[in-house]
């Protein structure tokens, strides 16, 4: 693995890919806003926007992959690649890299995407840059990949000038997913790679979905409602989940909140955890660390709930209410349910003043 | 280096990075590196979860824990920490050209010297850093070595000579099983990590547990590490602005502000009556 590196000539390189993570016969979010993105650099670069597609009888997903604005997509079938493998997708994706020679590689900054894509970069010695927000192509051609840094208080632009290809990973929810028109045609090639039994190392012994009756996902819902140490109380958070049904949405956590372990980890909104941009996100009790902004900051509406007048969250909210949530959200949960309800005296109640 | 399972115990290397402790993070301009000078420093919080993972093997095994890390003399703090927390021993890669090293030149200096260890059944590493947060490190490293990998682990086990690792994935909860050596990256906060204990503390005291070795040393190659050997640079920083809002702020009494609240997100059409 460790041969002598040669650098290649980079204007041997062409072609904007874009590895595609499916579960269930369907793309993963993330994959299909890459799919938009990838587009539009590869218009940008006036190449060719190539989907990689690995798995097991996946042509049909392929054929429909097209329709979100690729020119054509890569599938590697083989029972081995049935499910997500570090080793035999790495492998896999290292010997199409080094055959066809892309320019720029886009992974979704998945658990999986992070995994294949950390493997890979090691195994290529070219460059990878986490959880981009933005792209842009800078005078010499090169992708200027675009990602937050120092705790999300800049955006740093990181160049791969001499290698390629140039590979970057981008969170769901930072770019918007393109329609799909079945209408579209592109070409679909079936590759071939070596690969046996012995490249599978390990093998998923276990696997326990996560079950819809803790509600949405955060990363899903139009609203989200989310809390944080201010709650005080795992207990608390039972209030934000009734809130959070009567709007449809899905509750979240701060960084905070989960490391005193009231909720899991699975729902911690921020660098570390994950990012959503909601039509609505409303912070219950959360100060607003610039981690948290990270994880938030693109949500459409963001309104904050904080007994604190000084809470940094504050600052980037289109509404706030400064107050005790153990009385605010009571409230929020009375009132919206008598909206729901279709109940007109709540707010025949209270004179309306600010209308 | 030859060994049979009963020669001596299992070896468990922990790769750990010392980070700013405090949010207030600073950026050299001229280099557009972190100015780390003067900055309190910790332990890089999810490389303390693979530590207490490491910690709590070897209290079941009988393991021997190793903990590495690569960077300037100053990383020795967080190292005897880590032999005062319990770790058999460590030792730092620190040598100039290092520096500037991105996720590429470090996978492959921490990989070198893993090698010059020797004798391992386990490698761990955070599943991240809290300073540049990229989580590539640990799978590049097992990427150099070929071996398997199980990242976002929250729980290691070791049965009948296998690892058995649950990994946390976005829909649901896997369970991978591998052979040994292998490597796995660490969930952050899947426990608590251990404070240093008397023993520990008076074993650091004593001196000598920090072994710094050169690249010369581990014999890495200069021409693929440092700067100017990365794949990567950074351009330039610039400084988030964040989106003008509107910024109505209630307070009062919560039947009044929650009103106004409702009012606003329906006219906003964010919520429907």
């Keep these: ?63 429909y992959a097209l329709g979100y604005g690729l020119d054509r997509v890569i599938v590697v079938n083989d ?58 192509i800078d005078a010499e051609g090169n992708l200027d990949m675009i990602r937050p840094s120092f705790g999300g208080k800049s955006l740093a632009h990181i160049l791969c000038k001499k290698h390629r290809p140039q590979m970057a990973s981008v969170r769901r929810n930072v770019f918007v997913a ?14 071939s790679v070596e690969l046996g039994p012995s490249d599978v190392d390990a093998t998923l012994a276990d696997f326990q979905e996560f079950t819809r009756e803790g509600g949405l996902r955060p990363e899903e819902a139009d609203v989200v409602v989310s809390g944080g140490y201010g709650l005080g109380d795992p207990k608390a958070f039972a209030m934000l989940q009734e809130l959070a049904d009567l709007l449809g949405g899905a509750i979240a956590a701060s960084r905070k909140a989960v490391d005193s372990g009231w909720v899991p980890k699975m729902l911690q909104v921020g660098q570390t955890g994950m990012t959503v941009r909601p039509k609505l996100y409303l912070a219950v009790g959360i100060s607003g660390a610039v981690q948290h902004l990270a994880g938030m900051q693109e949500s459409k509406k963001i309104v904050v709930i904080n007994i604190d007048p000084k809470a940094p969250l504050f600052e980037i909210a289109d509404y706030g209410i400064v107050g005790n949530l153990f009385e605010v959200i009571p409230e929020m949960i009375r009132q919206v349910r008598a909206l729901k309800s279709g109940a007109t005296d709540v707010r025949a109640a209270v004179p309306a003043t600010a209308r | 280096m ?22 207030e993070l600073q950026v050299d301009p001229v280099t557009q590196t972190l100015k780390r000078v003067g900055v309190p420093s910790e332990i890089n919080p999810p490389d303390a979860n693979a530590l207490e993972m490491a910690l709590r093997l070897k209290d079941q095994h009988a393991a021997e824990v190793v903990v590495l890390s690569m960077g300037p003399t100053s990383f020795d703090e967080s190292l005897e920490r880590a032999v005062a927390m319990g770790a058999d021993r460590s030792v730092l890669l620190t040598d100039r050209i290092l520096g500037g090293s991105d996720t590429v030149p470090t996978a492959y200096a921490l990989s070198e010297t893993i090698q010059k260890i020797g004798g391992y059944d386990l490698l761990l590493c955070g599943e991240e850093t809290t300073d540049a947060s990229t989580g590539h490190v640990g799978p590049g490293i097992a990427g150099h070595l070929d071996l398997p990998q199980i990242t976002y682990a929250s ?31 660490v969930n952050f906060g899947c426990n608590k990590p251990r404070e240093p204990t008397l023993t520990g503390k008076i074993r650091v005291e004593r001196g000598g547990v920090v072994t710094h070795w050169s690249c010369a040393d581990v014999g890495i190659d200069p021409k693929k590490v440092g700067l100017f050997n990365s794949p990567t640079i950074v351009a330039k920083v610039d400084t988030v602005r964040l989106p003008t809002r509107a910024g109505r702020i209630f307070s009062g009494e919560p039947k009044e502000t929650v009103r106004q609240l409702l009012d606003a997100l329906i006219a906003d059409r964010v919520i429907s009556p």
């Excluded at chain 1, 072609?15 to 993105?37: A, M, N, P, T, Y």
């Excluded at chain 1, 690995?54 to 392929?62: E, P």
């Design chain 2, 2 to 23: 030859d060994r049979g399972p009963a020669a001596r115990p299992m070896r468990i290397i922990v790769c750990i990075k010392q980070v700013p402790r405090a949010q």
């Design chain 1, 79 to 136: 029972p081995l690649l049935e499910i997500y493998r570090s080793r035999p997708y790495a492998q896999v994706m290292a010997q199409l890299i080094r055959r066809h020679k892309p320019e720029v590689v886009l992974y979704g900054a998945s658990k999986n995407g992070r995994d294949l894509g950390g493997r890979l970069h090691a195994i290529l010695e070219t460059g990878l840059a986490a959880d981009c927000v933005k792209f842009d």
């Design chain 2, 155 to 185: 729980e290691v086990r070791i049965e009948d000579g296998k690892v058995r690792a649950r990994r946390t994935a976005e829909d649901g909860t896997e369970w991978w099983e591998t052979t040994m050596p292998c490597l796995c990256t």
């Design chain 1, 178 to 191: 393109p329609p799909h028109d079945p209408s579209r045609t592109g070409e679909v090639v079936h590759e």
């Design chain 1, 1 to 63: 693995m460790t041969a002598v590196h040669v650098l290649e000539d980079k204007s041997h390189f062409h072609g904007v890919w874009v590895f595609l993570e499916h579960r269930k016969q369907g793309l993963r979010d993330v994959s299909v806003e890459l799919i938009g993105e990838g587009r539009r650099i590869a218009d940008l670069r006036n190449t060719t926007l190539t989907g990689v597609l690995l798995g097991n009888r996946v042509d049909d997903l392929a054929t």
